[in-house]
């Protein structure tokens, strides 16, 4: 049943190809963006889920550019519009797999599949978070995921990631519908995350929360 369910949404909506001039795509857009600050856990634009990306021109275009200026200038993997204070379904990515692939590109609108528990298989890494700086802690999550929305031009498509790049695309997601990955995990550990936010120095210009 897994298997149909692919090959029916494979044939709605392609799949990206974002592995292809990743360096030249990531610095064009770095280059005419302009880096800003991360906001951090407890600041509201982080704790709601955001709004519909509606409008697909000049304005999101522009955004896009900033929040791969700001993801490059943070040394990010991923970034979703509300870490830059935006409230609008947008994350960006320039992330590796397990096997090394670079993949970058952007996502609007974004909606997990929900993968078959025949087919779920989890991995505890660690992560972390450019909104909650210094702080890492093992989560389990899926090792693969596809991601459906629309790109920068409202054109709707389909990212599949496996691995670290799986964890990546399942992170920005959860920004988007006012998540953290600290959220996710136990009281106890999700106290431990804060202290180590709170004992570390973020390497990057954050918001702070007022």
């Known amino acids: 049943m897994a298997q149909q369910q692919e090959t029916r949404a494979e044939s709605a909506v392609e799949f990206v190809v974002d592995t292809e001039d990743t360096a030249e795509r990531e610095a064009a857009h770095v280059e005419r963006g302009t880096a800003r600050p991360i906001t951090v856990v407890g600041n509201p634009v982080l704790h709601k889920e955001c709004r519909d990306v509606t409008e697909f021109g000049d304005e999101l275009a522009a955004l896009v550019d900033d929040m791969f200026a700001s993801q490059r200038a ?13 409230d609008l379904k947008v994350f960006v990515y320039d992330c590796p797999d397990d096997d090394g692939v670079r993949h970058v590109g952007v996502v609007c609108n974004p909606v997990l599949d929900e993968l078959p528990a025949d087919r779920r298989v989890l991995d505890d890494s660690n992560e972390g978070c450019l909104s909650v700086p210094t702080a890492y802690a093992a989560l389990a999550r899926p090792d693969t995921a596809v991601v459906r929305g629309q790109d920068a031009q409202g054109r709707p498509i389909a990212v599949r990631g496996t691995g670290y790049f799986a964890r990546c695309l399942q992170h920005e997601t959860d920004h988007l519908y006012g998540y953290l990955y600290i959220d996710r995990l136990s009281k106890r550990e999700r106290k431990d995350a804060l202290r180590q936010m709170e004992e570390g120095t973020a390497r990057y210009e954050t918001v702070p929360n007022a």
């Not at 943070?74 to 935006?86: M, S, T, Y």
Request: charged letters at 10%.
């Open 74 to 86: 943070a040394e990010g993997v991923g970034l979703a519009a509300n870490q830059i204070g935006v």
